[in-house]
């Protein structure tokens, strides 16, 4: 029997209520539905090496001025960074790197820290899908957009990436999938023993392989974290001292005067003596990485400690 051909189904109308899918997250959720599920919906996210790398060499794309001609010429050059764009119709929102063309025919070029994989594609479906959907905001905008580049700093080398019909296809059926997965409220189930996991920043959060063994007794979580742990704690039993924030820095003073510093990325907690005093923004940082605050007296008595509210990777029970 001949197989039926399937045909795209019409984009639904987006409610007025309905939060923009941030393209990032399309890709996040070709790449692992659960790390889309856990950054999107539940509001996480965890730095890792590569997290950091891939934020330090966004610096310089994300200075441009971030706006694209409103009635271009014909013969108009266009070179725009950081523009932020959105759809209602779609229901996503981006912020492109780069847009570069002559006149109403542009092209989105993101970027990606790594090198290009050999792939026949010439790069992956998350990051082929990512940049199709830039190029679909383009043409909501009203440009002609046919193709976009990766461009993979790690090598330095511009991959094509025509917007065919099944690249088109593959990238609104994911942003339909990601948007039905967080009105479903249902973490997907974690992948199972995958190659991807031993580097996702979110491995801890979303521990694939205690979870599967939860469920099935036979797998043996495999060590995704080395022992070893980098970070020390930061002692500051100086009187009169305060802790404030400088970039990526813990700085201590004491009347004002510089007196040490230490890396944010290399304390695991803060340990405040006697009257040492700590700043509100020292606080709000430390809460957002997780870095726990505790309070002694002058003599090394424990006082009390302040923590911030964790990850939210907890299923809450749902009334029938």
């Not at 997907?188 to 979870?211: F, H, N, Q, T």
């Not at 695991?268 to 005093?277: D, E, K």
């Amino acid at each position: 029997m001949p197989s039926q051909r399937e045909l795209p189904l019409s984009i639904p109308e987006l409610s007025p209520e309905a939060p923009f899918i941030p393209v990032r997250m399309v890709n996040e959720y070709v790449y692992c539905p659960r790390l889309a599920y856990l950054e999107w919906v539940q509001g996480e996210f965890a730095h890792n090496a590569d997290t950091i790398e891939g934020a330090i060499k966004h610096r310089r794309v994300d200075k441009g001025e971030g706006a694209l001609p409103e009635q271009p010429k014909d013969d108009e050059a266009i070179h725009a960074r950081s523009v932020s764009l959105s759809s209602a119709r779609l229901g996503i929102v981006a912020k492109i790197d780069l847009v570069e063309g002559e006149g109403t025919r542009v092209t989105p070029v993101d970027y990606k820290r790594g090198k290009r994989p050999h792939v026949a594609a010439g790069a992956y479906d998350p990051e082929r899908v990512q940049v199709c959907a830039q190029g679909l905001l383009l043409r909501e905008h009203g440009y002609e957009c046919e193709a976009g580049v990766l461009y993979f700093a790690g090598s330095k080398e511009r991959v094509p990436v025509a917007f065919d019909e099944a690249l088109v296809e593959l990238t609104l059926s994911s942003v339909q999938a990601l948007r039905g997965l967080a009105l479903a409220g249902h973490i997907p189930e974690p992948l199972a023993d995958s190659p991807k996991c031993p580097r996702c920043s979110l491995a801890g959060i979303c521990m694939p392989d205690e979870v599967r063994f939860l469920n099935e007794p036979v797998v043996e979580p495999r060590p995704l974290f080395p022992s070893a742990q980098d970070a020390l704690p930061l002692y500051v039993q100086t009187p009169r001292g305060f802790v404030r924030k400088d970039g990526e820095r813990l700085v201590i003073e004491v009347e004002k005067e510089k007196v040490a510093e230490a890396r944010l990325l290399e304390v695991s907690q803060v340990a405040l003596f006697g009257h040492t005093m700590i700043s509100a923004a020292t606080l709000h940082e430390c809460f957002r990485r997780g870095i726990p605050v505790t309070w002694h007296t002058y003599g090394g008595w424990f006082v009390g400690h302040t923590v911030g509210t964790g990850h939210h990777n907890v299923e809450m029970p749902r009334p029938h």
